[in-house]
């Protein structure tokens, strides 16, 4: 699988900017990967060294329109932990 297709997108969130003092950094992930790839990914694409990857399937929430019910996509999140001295400058200007 390319690694772009398995790092969907960085979450930016005020939990998430709060990880980033302890070098944890938040990412929305392709269902199926596993965390050797997240791992091989992140490496890949942001050139750093990781360390941990811990990943958490995401329930859709309920959501309403109207009078008809729905839920939103069910998504995995992965927290990757950098090894001390990486960075990601991406998430600097949040």
Request: glycine share 6%.
């Amino acid at each position: 699988m390319n690694p772009h297709q398995i790092i969907k997108r960085p979450l930016i969130t005020e939990k998430n900017t709060n990880l980033m003092r302890f070098n944890k950094y938040s990412f929305e992930v392709d269902r199926n990967a596993t965390k050797p790839q997240i791992k091989r990914a992140i490496e890949e694409i942001f050139n750093v060294r990781v360390t941990a990857v811990h990943t958490m399937n995401v329930r859709g929430k309920l959501r309403r329109r109207g009078r008809q019910y729905g839920y939103t996509a069910d998504w995995k999140k992965a927290i990757v932990t950098l090894a001390e001295g990486d960075r990601i400058d991406l998430f600097e200007g949040a």
